[in-house]
């Protein structure tokens, strides 16, 4: 009996001091992770959005598909209002989910997609992030080459609207020549990692399920619309509204 | 002494070569050079540590349960440097992603707790834990070496050799088996001739 | 004891007899008029009209793809033999054989640096590493395909139409017999991704079987005349080569199985036997019934063995085809297959003479 009562306080002690040890550290490193994770979002925002644009955070606080978070951009330049919206799509990948930022235009075109989170397995899965690097090994030159990661890079010019169709039968899309790459991008098609297929089908069919709801239910902005357009629509529905009111008063009239 | 104890945890006792501890890890995480190094540094970290831990608290740890100390003691090592790595080097955590937390299992830690480090003094656990270790990233570096080489056709993410279509089975599962088992007949066939 | 060879003959001034140098070795001791030498060669024999119907259909590349395998494989097993210091193997011509098979498991239009690469990683890594001829435990030809499957995924699943015939229905890319081989999907994948669309219908493919009886259709280099092979299969039967229960229970099993399930509703109609037949023309079951799953060292060697590899061969390849992902199952099918062929033989032992079985 006082065997146990032994085995159990040694133990019992051992991840106490071990559970004090870990909250000690993760207290101090709390505040930077989360600093790094927001700064990851800042850059995938930058990442998935061209150049120029303002972006603003939205908070979507209805019900309905949109998520609670989500980012219009504004290109503030030749009066153009909307360039488009970012979302966060959460795709089931090989091994868990995998978190991913994905930007759109207005007409649904995908204008540019970062991974945020994955567990992936490295070496195949996590080539997402890869850059194809042409440089050699006997002269790396310093700086990089301008490379942006291939996975990400066929999706741009897409269409989300229409099933993005999955080519099984082309290498990866970095080592195919421009004009096969043309061909893919015009039948909104892209190629998998080799060996990995399951994390190329987490994205298309994560951007096939959700962005398609999210714009229409976003619908009011689905056309592009100037604010010199959107605020005179506004003016219209604004006296429309008072119109409205009379006309209905006359039709009534009408038909009695 | 450490030249002693250096030869002997990686040529005489490599972990994964000689030994054939911590093969799952191996196999897993050897697909590139980068990753190689960064887990074989992560292993080694957590192996000193554990074992100047169990090596200093060894006279309390009862028999029965000693196991179960050992996994808490290594766990929250592990534990300790997932948020270190999460807070200062997130690359690295996106590149090794779920391996860290994997270190837990890796039975090279287990294994030099058990046979080493609960039976010595602090120091030598210490010395231990770190040439295990180095002895750990060395193969690695040899295995992720060649694969990447002959799967992807790179060496530290740069290109080696211009125009060869490399052969993707080696970054595969099967290619991690091959070059494991051709590199342990390598060093056992001289071995063996050395010893005969 | 003596550590000489010699027998104290108990006489003293008798020089001491010298004993015979005799290999002892325990039973089955089997003579047999038929050599390895002579079974490689009836198998490549065999071979031929595969050979010579895929030369007339795909051009000069059929013809160096497998000159290059074969060259790679004799290549490889003397480099082997040399380095891991055993005497020269290749006299039994089995690296002919397997080089043949390697080749007849590839495009016609593969590179042929991939195409020796296949060979030589089958010869060596698949059969000299183990032990040589007789220790190996997968299918060599078979494992050097995998291997490139899932080494070069993209270079091994382009293929080309032959050149002339067509199916109709069944390819994509405009056919005319002037161009030579044209890029497209082979008889399986089409199938695969018309049910997937679900454009299939069942007469289309009637039309179909005669092309991929006779051969022209696209896919691997020994595996699209179904005609040549079974010419082939047929006669390694009738002399004895080769143990009929293997291919048929192999070829049967495909054919029940896909009747079974073929979707048309009926089971004794004209219709409900064009999907089990399309299968088990197409995509190498043929290839894969005669000549690989029946290699005597990776099958097992009772005959209810035999039987039950066959019909697990059968039934992987359908399970593989039909709800896997990869439109070929054959080579997949067989792998896995050897993997179980000891423990077949175990449980399939014949009852010896006089054994009595062993209670609890």
Redesign the interface.
Known sequence: MGDIIKLTLTLTIISAIAGLAIGVVNDKTKDKIAAQQEQARLEALETVFPEGVRIVEMKNLGAGVVPDLYWIAFDDSADTVLAGYAFEVSGIGYAGDIKFMVGVGIDGNILGLTVLDHNETPGLGSRVNEIASAKYIWYPVGGDDGAKPWFKEQFVGLSSLKPIIIDRNLAEWHKLDERTQANLRNNNAVTIITGSTITTEAFTRAIGQHIAGYLEELGGYCCPATRKEIEAKKAVEAVAVETNDNEDNDTALLLD | MIAKELKRGIITENPILILALGLCPALAVSTSVKNGLGMGLASMFVLACSNVIISIIKAWIPEKVRIPCYIVIIATFVSILQLLIKAYTPALDSQLGIFIPLIVVNCMILGRAEAYASKNNPVHALIDGFVMGLGFTVALLILSGIREFLGSNKLLDLLVIPGFQPMTAFILAPGGFFVIALVMGVINYAQRKKGA | MSTENNVDTGKPDEKPAAIPRLHLSSSPHVRSSLSVKMIMLVVIIAMVPSLVTSIVFFGINAALVTAVCIVAAVGAEYGANLLLKRGQTIGDLSAIVTGMLVAFNLPPSIPLWIAA?GSVFAIV?AKMVFGGLGCNFINPALAGRA?LM?????QM??FSTPNFGSISGLTDAASSSAVDAISSATPLTAIQNAFADGSYVASDFATALKNLFYGSVGGCVGETSALALLIGGVFLIAIKAVDIRIPAAFILTTFALFWLTNGTGTYFTVDSIITPTFHILAGGLFLGAFFMATDPVTSPITPRGRLIFGVGCGALTFVIRKYG?YPEGVSYAILLMNLVAPLIERYTRPKIYGEVKKHG
């Not at chain 3, 899932?150 to 993209?154: H, L």
């Open positions: 690469i890594v291997f899932a080494s070069y995924p993209a699943t382009s992902g």
